[in-house]
C-alpha cells in the first residue's frame, strides 16, 4: 500500500529555514501532481504547493509565493518543500499528498487521494 512520510518539520525563529521531505514508498508518485498543505488550530487545511507531474510546473499559494520551493526527485521518488523567511503564521501541520493527477494541480484537499501523517513547523522566537 502506498504511503506518504514527512519529515523535517521543528521549531525555528521568525526569518529562519527549514526544508521539509516526503518519502513515497509502496508506490510510485513520479507521475502524479503532489502537494503541500497545511493546517493550524482551528482552522481548514490549506493548499500551500504543487507541483504537476508530467511538466512539474509549480503553483503556490500567495502567501508563501517567493519564500517557498517545492521541487520533486523523481529516482528517490520524495517531494520537498524549502521554506524560507519563515513567519509565525507559517506555523502548522505540514501534509504532503498525491493526487490521481498528471498535470492538473488542483487546490482542495479532496482531490487528493494519498497524505502523509504530517509534521508540525513551529515559528516562534
Known amino acids: 500500500q502506498a504511503q506518504l512520510i514527512e519529515s523535517g518539520g521543528g521549531l525555528v525563529q521568525p526569518g529562519g529555514s527549514l526544508r521539509l521531505s516526503c518519502a513515497a514508498s509502496?508506490?510510485?508518485?513520479?507521475?502524479?501532481?503532489m502537494g503541500w498543505f497545511r493546517q493550524a488550530p482551528g482552522k481548514e487545511r490549506e493548499f500551500v504547493a504543487g507541483?504537476?507531474?508530467?511538466?512539474?510546473?509549480?503553483y503556490y499559494t500567495d502567501s508563501v509565493q517567493g519564500r517557498f520551493t517545492i521541487s520533486r526527485d523523481n529516482g528517490k521518488n520524495t517531494l520537498y518543500l524549502q521554506m524560507n523567511t519563515l513567519k509565525p503564521e507559517d506555523t502548522a501541520r505540514y501534509y504532503c499528498a498525491a493526487a490521481d493527477y498528471f498535470n492538473a494541480v488542483p487546490r482542495q484537499p479532496s482531490d487528493y487521494a494519498y497524505w502523509g501523517q504530517g509534521t508540525q513547523v513551529t515559528i516562534s522566537s
Open positions: 509502496g508506490g510510485a508518485f513520479s507521475t502524479n501532481t
Open positions: 507541483i504537476s507531474g508530467i511538466s512539474s510546473d509549480t
